[in-house]
């Protein structure tokens, strides 16, 4: 049995934060029309926030299971993930259908062939493995099925490092994080799509890779498994850990409001160690940033941050489409919908995931039992005399 873990509830509250800055990063540029110009580059930067869900994620699963599993285990690690991610996000495909049907209606039988790939893909989280369908069905599920991968890699993954001793965690820290910029520099010194290719209205097809598939976003998950890792062994910053966590994090604001970093560096990896100053800062949960936001509404409002993420651009398609949709997004409407979609995710997050997840754990979880409870029943036949 893994050994129980305290919730790290300012975390929890970080991660609605991160939500919130990208759902501005989709939605939010009506509301800075007319700003200084700092703030519509943090606008039109918030993709990098991505990047400390990544981080963040590996970081708890690592506090929370620092030992090897065993096969039971491994079986129930990867059931509970499964049960986190999936009820919020067949939701989302659920909303997102005829939107994503309307995309081939009149494609003739070609299209209804790729919808169907696109649909499957989706639905079994794999499509961030084919790039060019990461975004087709509903835009923001391709971080899941990226995430989806990471979960399924973690147990083998934490397993390795937890062999390391301290020193060997934070080179493994370190090298993450540089294999997290690689692939970005490669891109620069390749220029594989040719020059400029970051600032084309289209996407070419190395762009889509690195951006979108989960090899090139595995080192930003890989540091957060060793920054766990090295947390759980004694790893902390000073008392004025949650001073240097908001102090991380406005640094993090600041470059990416500079609009001075390349866009695929900032884009993949660039800001990881800011990250883990603050989640090691924040991790204590003391200080005034810690409290708040480990804070009981900072809480509902994190657990509710993955259904906001999955839920943004069907909830904004459905808002404009009754809205009327011919004109642009006001800001009053932009403000409104952000209200709303955060409500929404709420009520999703306690009145679906939470239900959907225990049950869903209960019957993923039901055939190891029963495959457990077999064999010990057969060995107990077997040593009757």
Known sequence: ????????????????????????????????AGAPGWLGRLQRG??????????????????????PMGPAERRAFLSARLARLYPAYLVAFALAAPFAVQRWWDGGPAAAVKMAVVATATLLLVHAWAPPLARLWNAPGWSTSVIASFYAAFPPLAARLGRLRRRGLLAALAGAWALSLAFPLAYLALAPDGPGAADLAHEPP?????????????GEFVAGVALGLLHR????????????????????????????????????????????VALLG???????????????????????????????????????????DRAPASPAFVAGFCVAATGIAVAVSLAVERPARRWLRARLAAGPRRAVEAVAGGARRGSAP
């Open 46 to 67: 918030g993709y990098a926030w991505v990047g400390l869900f990544y981080v963040l994620s590996g970081f708890v699963l690592a506090h929370a299971n620092p030992e």
């Open 233 to 276: 062994r004694g790893l902390a910053l000073p008392r004025a850990g949650g001073a240097a966590a908001i102090a991380a994090l406005a640094v993090a604001v600041a470059v990416i409001a500079s609009g001075r970093a390349p866009y695929v560096l900032l884009h993949n990896g660039l800001l990881v160690p800011l990250y883990a």
């Open 206 to 218: 190395w762009l889509l890779a690195l951006k979108f598939h989960p090899v090139p976003r595995a």
């Open 1 to 32: 049995m893994q050994p129980t873990s305290p919730r790290l509830g300012a975390l929890t509250g970080l991660r609605f934060g991160a939500a919130v800055g990208i759902l501005l990063f989709h939605y939010g540029g009506p509301l800075v």
């Open 282 to 324: 924040l991790a204590r949960g003391d200080g005034l940033a810690g409290r708040a936001l480990a804070s009981a509404p900072a809480r509902v409002l994190g657990d509710a941050a993955f259904a906001l993420y999955a839920l943004q651009e069907p909830l904004w398609r459905w808002a404009r489409l009754v809205g009327g």
